[in-house]
């Protein structure tokens, strides 16, 4: 791996060149496949491929320069809140990889590499396997020590990578990496049962069994069952001896609440990293508690990212409707319907359709002078006259202003 600058685009990229040595059809193979995988694996949390070519005689692949690797952060003190939080952004990127149905065969920090703002990427997909009917017998490449028995043997499957995850995230939170025979509990439990909650430690207990059966189906059912279990974690503490109210089923009850009202109309389908509550990739800050919204922290539901702001975009659009950010290169000239439509632009030479709280027209990057409205409710935000429920939330998603009930 190298450290460039990109003349044309102005940054500092990363490099992965292979050895002059290397440079056969067998090693060459798994470049290319790391190349090929590109497009299907976009994600906030998957490293992108800028750009992959021959130079020279050498197999070049550029990707964006990060700041470290997993491994390299581990080596230092981390506070389980941050632990937690690359947990989740680790468990994102596998469930994306297998969504597109693609084994990674190497999951271990050193293949994750953080960013500024701790975002936390996977990359190197060399070693990867694209999961048909019914997998192929495949090599036993990976790494020595995250690597699930039956991968050993030649066998990768989607439980493969559950199993190096879970060796992974027991080793964020024990500082150890457990070892075959992989008995129960490992050394350092300790450390880790005073970090999470009993429904953390029991989900971390079922990413590394032995028998890949015994585990979860794959990275997309695991990282389900961590945001169930996520709740409540943290060191553990004694039960108050009176409670007669419980302030997190209270707030539970409510987003669920919210979510029956209001799920599918405002596309609350994520969840802000703060608090849980249900957010939606269009708000600017938690409606909830207030946090700033990081939307490379958000699944978006759109096929590519604006890389200014990371919201979601459709691939037919000039422009970001959530930033004032640069046009994109015009890919295609076709047109794709979307149900989410509901509104034309106001400027007379424009007049495509909008989305529902979008800040500027995607198709000629005119500011959206319409106050969106929150369906099912009557009442406006006093600072910026958007759509708001006060009976549910404390302070505007769309301009982060409090809301005085």
């Avoid at 981390?78 to 990127?93: G, H, I, N, R, V």
């Avoid at 969840?271 to 939307?295: I, T």
């Amino acid at each position: 791996m190298y450290q460039a600058y990109d003349t044309i685009q102005g940054l500092r990229v990363a490099l992965k060149i292979p050895h002059p040595s290397a440079m056969d059809e067998y090693f060459l193979a798994d470049f290319r496949r790391e190349a090929q995988l590109a497009p299907k694996l976009e994600h906030p949390n998957i490293i992108p491929i800028r750009d992959a070519s021959f130079i020279d005689g050498h197999f070049v692949i550029s990707m964006p320069l990060g700041e470290c690797t997993l491994g390299d952060r581990m080596r230092k003190r981390l506070a389980t809140s941050t632990a937690l939080d690359y947990t989740e952004q680790a468990l994102a990127a596998v469930a994306q990889a297998h969504e597109c149905k693609v084994i990674h065969c190497d999951v271990k920090p050193d293949n994750f590499v953080l960013f500024a703002d701790n975002i936390l990427r996977l990359g190197d997909f060399g070693f990867s396997k694209i999961a048909q009917r019914t997998l192929k017998q495949a090599s036993g490449s990976g790494t020595v020590g995250y690597m699930a028995p039956e991968q050993a043997v030649g066998r990768p499957m989607f439980q493969s990578d559950v199993f190096a995850l879970g060796l992974l995230i027991y080793e964020l939170f024990s500082g150890h990496l457990p070892q075959w025979p992989y008995d129960w509990p490992p050394r350092r439990i300790e450390r880790v049962r005073a970090k999470l909650n009993p429904a953390l430690v029991e989900w971390l207990r079922k990413a590394i069994q032995v028998r890949p059966e015994a585990r979860y189906k794959n990275a997309i059912v695991m990282y389900r069952e961590f945001k169930r279990a996520r709740n409540g974690a943290g060191k553990r503490r004694k039960p108050a001896r009176e409670a007669p109210i419980d302030p997190a089923r209270w707030e539970a009850i409510r987003f669920r609440e919210f979510q029956k009202k209001y799920r599918h109309s405002v596309e609350t389908h994520h969840h802000c990293p703060n608090c849980e509550g249900p957010v939606a990739e269009a708000m600017q800050s938690c409606p909830w508690c207030g946090e700033k919204l990081k939307a490379a922290k958000l699944e978006t539901r759109f096929p590519a990212t604006c890389p200014r702001c990371r919201r979601g975009v459709k691939l037919d659009w000039r422009y970001c409707a959530w930033c004032y950010g640069q046009g994109f290169e015009v890919e295609t000239t076709r047109r794709y319907a979307d149900r989410r439509y509901g509104a034309r632009c106001s400027n007379a030479k424009c007049k495509e359709p909008l989305m529902p709280f979008m800040r500027y027209c995607p198709w000629c990057r005119t500011k959206v002078k319409r106050a969106w409205r929150l369906p099912s409710s009557t009442e406006r935000c006093p600072s910026c006259h958007w759509g708001v429920d006060t009976s549910f939330w404390d302070r505007c998603p769309w301009c982060s202003k409090g809301l005085h009930r």
